[in-house]
């Protein structure tokens, strides 16, 4: 016997869903005002009632008001006991010059900060700054990395480091208090370290007899590899180490790992296209690295050890992690990099800018220096890379395909090429044609391989499953690879490449199991000794009558090529190469030369970085 507008009003307080509800107790006043007032004119069927009923209705009315506001007092209780978004994180800047920051640590009270980074355009040096201070205090050690700060305040730190790929140096692995000293040092040929829990340890990458090898304690190997291994980082607990397990030399994909101290390795994440950076979290419950599944964007993620992943930080640029305090802050570099490609053609005095997008890396030039082979990595092309052409004059680059492109064929019609998802090789062709896989019988290749003279074999550098890298011969006609150089042999080059090869193909040159550059046959047997050759050169190629090499100083810029007689060690300087402005510049790599040496290209590496601590990450 309700009024029918009395009915609705009350129904609607009990609207299962809030929003269909009133939103305010001004809406449901003015409701219960409108009923009051249709009741007064008689518009209501039950107005002209008995007393009895003028009753009841009030009795009614005030039923639905104690409803309405029962059903508002939870819907405003719910409102107030939800818990409010989390606050968005803090960004502090610590550097503002420009250049590339490589690695920085927390000292043990959180607030001091040591960095190695390449400022305007110098040479890599160690600094320290605080989180309260903007200031950055040069520690006066040159050519240095810090890798690892141990509680009691002690760095450990590459010397005498030079740059190999990505974020990784190479040196000397020493030790100095984080306020300032001489360094100690300790071992030779050394990649990564870092301290146990309590600092009296060390974990340790090297390599050794043509692998990267992992050991903690020092001397005692507990996982390696024929890839590489970056940014090992022992546990808050002391039982465990997590690192960055690449596959491929100088190819940053790969996965996350842990291994404990019996060598039990476990993946906690894979699939990724490039990972730079990682570090425990405070509890040790999760390893946090930055990682980026298409392109070199970088974002940054958390693994737990039963292997669910989250999300942590993404941004429109790049990240890169360098640590995590005990009390949660988080170091990262915020970065852009950009990959391009500087040539010079035949008869021309000017370089030019041969990239096509923002990550191109030379791999091959024609003999008659007119045409070079490139790869393009950026994220616009897709996670297998691409194959391109472009012509020494700059005209528009040609796209041939997926994969890395080594070496041209010397009639120019192939690319010899690789899928990095695959391991495996394959020959696309420069004009019309269709594109074949060669047959790889369990050997995963390196990306670094060439043709012989005759166009009918090629060699390349590659790797067996439980194997070392090596050497490798094969038939384009059919067949199978064939090693013939010994384990632990690997290229001059540490990048991926074309590999040079003897002008009559009887020689390759090569960094053998004790780091001294040969001459292998590729016919099989001892390798020949070049004299004058310095154990951090990388062979460019052969000189048009076979009398000689040329050769690269890595890990200085600008590059330093060299001219070598094999008969005689005679070096002499041939040129040096390296982009007008050196702010930022990471490296020289993939230098391409033709045999009279009037035309080149080689690739350079701009990173730009400005630090960061962050708060309020979880």
């Excluded at 809030?18 to 003015?30: G, I, T």
């Amino acid at each position: 016997s309700l009024p029918p507008s009395l009915e609705r009003l009350l129904h609607h307080c009990l609207e299962k869903k809030p929003e269909h509800r009133f939103q305010s107790a001004r809406d449901l006043a003015f409701d219960l005002e409108t009923l009051s007032t249709v009741s007064q004119t008689g518009r209501v069927e039950m107005a002209a009632a008995s007393s009895h009923g003028s009753i009841w209705r009030r009795r009614l009315a005030m039923l639905a008001l104690s409803l309405a506001l029962l059903a508002g007092g939870i819907f405003l209780g719910r409102t107030a006991l939800k818990p409010a978004p989390p606050a968005p994180p803090t960004f502090r800047q610590l550097t503002f010059r420009l250049g590339t920051v490589y690695s920085a640590r927390y000292a043990p009270d959180g607030s001091t900060i040591a960095y190695s980074a390449a400022w305007d355009g110098k040479p890599v040096e160690l600094f320290s700054v605080r989180v309260d201070s903007p200031e950055s205090r040069p520690l006066g050690i040159g050519s240095a990395e810090v890798l690892s700060v141990s509680s009691t305040g002690e760095m450990a730190m590459l010397v005498g480091a030079s740059h190999r790929q990505h974020l990784q140096f190479f040196g000397t692995l020493s030790r100095a208090p984080i306020g300032g000293g001489a360094p100690r040092e300790i071992q030779e040929d050394v990649a990564e370290a870092d301290w146990s829990p309590d600092g009296t340890q060390l974990a340790v990458v090297r390599d050794a007899a043509g692998k990267q090898k992992l050991e903690y304690p020092a001397g005692k190997t507990i996982y390696e590899t024929g890839g590489w291994i970056s940014h090992p980082r022992v546990s808050p607990q002391g039982d465990r180490i997590a690192f960055l397990d690449h596959p491929v030399p100088n190819d940053d994909r790969g996965s996350v790992a842990v291994v404990d101290l019996k060598g039990s390795k476990r993946i906690l994440s894979e699939g990724w296209e490039a990972l730079e950076g990682l570090a425990w979290s405070p509890a040790g419950g999760e390893v946090w690295f930055s990682g980026a599944r298409s392109g070199t964007a970088l974002a940054l993620y958390a693994a737990s050890l039963s292997g669910r992943l989250r999300p942590v930080l993404r941004g429109a640029g790049g990240m890169v992690l360098h640590d995590v305090s005990r009390s949660g802050q988080v170091l990262l570099a915020r970065t852009s990099e950009r990959h391009w490609i500087m040539g010079l053609a035949r008869g021309e005095i000017k370089e030019r800018d041969l990239s096509w997008l923002d990550s191109s890396e030379p791999y091959d030039i024609s003999a008659d220096g007119k045409t070079l082979l490139f790869s393009e990595y950026s994220e616009a092309v897709g996670a297998n890379y691409a194959v391109g052409l472009r012509r020494m004059d700059g005209s528009p680059a040609v796209r041939l395909g997926e994969g890395i492109g080594i070496a041209l064929s010397p009639d120019g019609k192939w690319v010899l090429s690789a899928l990095p998802d695959a391991q495996q090789l394959a020959l696309l062709p420069t004009g019309a044609g269709e594109a074949r896989k060669l047959s790889s019988q369990g050997v995963s290749h390196s990306f670094t391989g060439n043709f012989l003279p005759d166009g009918k074999s090629v060699v390349f550098f590659g790797t067996e499953t439980g194997r070392a890298e090596r050497l490798y011969v094969q038939d384009l006609a059919g067949g199978n690879p064939r090693p013939f150089a010994p384990e632990g042999t690997r290229s001059t080059r540490e990048q991926s490449g074309v590999l040079p090869v003897s002008p009559d193909g009887k020689f390759v040159p090569a960094r053998g199991p004790d780091r001294t550059i040969s001459l292998y046959p590729v016919g099989g047997g001892p390798p020949r000794p070049v004299p004058g050759l310095l154990p951090g050169d990388g062979v460019v190629r052969w000189t048009a009558d076979g009398q000689g090499l040329y050769v690269w100083a890595k890990g200085h810029l600008p590059a330093r090529i060299f001219k070598v007689d094999l008969a005689t060690g005679r070096r002499e300087p041939w040129k040096e190469l390296a982009p007008e402005d050196l702010a930022g510049a990471v490296q020289i790599y993939g230098v391409c030369l033709t045999p009279d040496g009037t035309s080149y290209a080689y690739g350079c590496v701009r990173m730009v970085s400005d630090l960061f601590v962050v708060d309020g990450l979880k």
